[in-house]
């Protein structure tokens, strides 16, 4: 039986994928090109996606404690960048805040654009968190 922790970064590493694929169906996309009307994906944004899916998989398939802390770096890591996309509408993990710097889009976009990394994160935290590395 799988651990909750491999469960857990295998449930993110298949939201991560979903994340990448959704700019790629023309069900996620508006007339504008940008995926649930809200935002544009691009290389970095797809590029962060696979990759941080591959990892989530390999730690998943590694270690249980190669999980844990998958699930708490990452956590940290892509909640910080949903709390940077919150006040600026661009994030450091896909390097936008070095692109494009400061956003002038509404306080909706950038909360309802922020909220996958935001909820991501805080899956992560809270599981990667809340385990215990002695268990088998």
Excluded: N
């Excluded at 699930?71 to 070095?98: E, P």
């Amino acid at each position: 039986m799988i651990d909750r922790s491999r469960l857990a970064a295998c449930l993110l590493g298949a939201a991560l994928l979903f994340a990448a694929a959704t700019d790629y169906i023309p069900a996620f996309l508006d007339s504008e090109g940008r995926v649930f009307g809200l935002f544009h994906l691009d290389i970095y944004k797809d590029a962060l996606h696979l990759a941080s899916a591959l990892w989530a998989f390999a730690a998943a398939l590694i270690s249980r404690q190669a999980s844990i802390f998958f699930l708490r770096v990452f956590g940290v890591l892509y909640f910080l960048d949903g709390v940077m996309g919150v006040f600026t509408g661009s994030g450091y993990l896909d390097l936008s805040i070095f692109i494009d710097g400061i956003r002038s889009t509404s306080t909706y976009v950038k909360v309802a654009s922020s909220v996958p990394h935001l909820a991501l994160g805080a899956f992560g935290i809270l599981t990667g968190f809340s385990a215990r590395r002695s268990l088998a």
